[in-house]
């Protein structure tokens, strides 16, 4: 009733100040709403997040603050028409792009405001949770997106992988890490630059694509190999 749509403003009249400081954008609004959609949405200037109003923990307010900030970081920070200039063309390295870039400006929040870190933190768990990564011993298709992104944050903001991604990177993150080690070790240097960064990230994604994520077994060999021959044909 009355008191949960007063939370429901109070918490839309803090975010919305929020969002429009990071973003440096006066005309940016935020609301807030009731849902089953864990993720937030960004249309324009305009970032809708999802909330629960009973009962909420310091957790559920920080990831609410993470959504916010990463947001408004993505309206600071990246330039959407260079952005589509320097896309893949294939599907799963335009997931791994997408997910490296939104890494890449939340870095940069990170390091110029390290109390953003544990706001960002909460958003990452929130996305590995929803993704059902938190335990990922059945899953056989590699989560390079988000591989991809906890490896740009570690190496640009030293935000260290969350537990919740532990075995993630223990089946196939440190794997990947070591493959592309010399690349990553560049990010650093151009994580302000959003072309020269794009294209050290198509250049790992390349080198992924060519040398497959992990070696696969000789059933999943033939399979490749059967999917290649049908898409030549």
Known sequence: GKDKNKDKHKHEITLS???????????????????NNPEAVLNGKSLTIPAKFHNMKSKEKALMRGMADSAGLWMRHH???????LMPQNAEARHAFNAAERARVQSLGINEMPGMAGNITAEVINTIKTKGLDNVIELQEVPLPEIMALLVRQRIAGLQPPHEAESMMQKWGYLIQAKIAKHITRLNKVASNQEAFAREINSIIEELQSTGEETPGPEEQEQSNEETSEQQE
């Not at 330039?79 to 200039?85: D, E, F, P």
């Open 17 to 35: 100040a929020t969002l429009r400081a990071i973003s440096g954008q006066r005309e940016a609004s935020l609301s807030v709403r009731e849902g």
């Open 79 to 85: 330039n959407a028409k260079l952005h589509k200039t």
